[in-house]
C-alpha cells in the first residue's frame, strides 16, 4: 500500500514563498521511484502538471513556475519537496504529489495554495 501525505500549504501574500514536502509510506522506502512530481488544481480548472522529477534528477516545469519553483527528492525516504518563491495569485490551487509505482499511479490527498494579492 502506498500513501502520500502532503504537507506545507496556506495562505501567503504575492511575493512570498512557501515549501511543500509529500511523505510516502514506509512501504516504498529504499525503492527508486523512476518518476515523482507535483500537480496541481484551480477552481474550474484541469489538474495540471507543475513539474516533475526522476531517478537520475532530470527536471521539468510548468512554464508558468521556471524559474520560480524548484523540485527535489530525498532518497531513501522518497520525500518530495517543492520551495515555491515570488508566489502570485495565479498559483492558488490545490496541490497534489504524484507518484508512478509498478504501472500505478499514486496521489496525495492534496494541500491548499492561496496567494492574495
Known amino acids: 500500500q502506498v500513501q502520500l501525505v502532503e504537507s506545507g500549504g496556506g495562505l501567503v501574500q504575492a511575493g512570498e514563498s512557501l515549501r511543500l514536502s509529500c511523505a510516502a509510506s514506509k512501504s516504498i522506502f529504499s525503492i527508486r521511484i523512476e518518476t515523482m512530481g507535483w500537480y496541481r488544481q484551480a477552481p474550474g480548472k484541469q489538474r495540471e502538471l507543475v513539474a516533475r522529477?526522476?531517478?537520475?534528477?532530470?527536471?521539468n516545469y510548468a512554464d508558468s513556475v521556471k524559474g520560480r519553483f524548484t523540485i527535489s527528492r530525498d532518497y531513501p525516504e522518497n520525500t518530495l519537496n517543492l520551495q515555491m518563491n515570488t508566489l502570485a495569485p495565479e498559483d492558488t490551487a490545490v496541490y497534489y504529489c504524484?507518484?508512478?509505482?509498478?504501472?500505478?499511479?499514486?496521489w496525495g490527498q492534496g494541500t491548499q495554495v492561496t496567494v492574495s494579492s
Open positions: 504524484n507518484l508512478v509505482y509498478r504501472g500505478n499511479d499514486y
Open positions: 522529477i526522476t531517478t537520475d534528477g532530470s527536471t
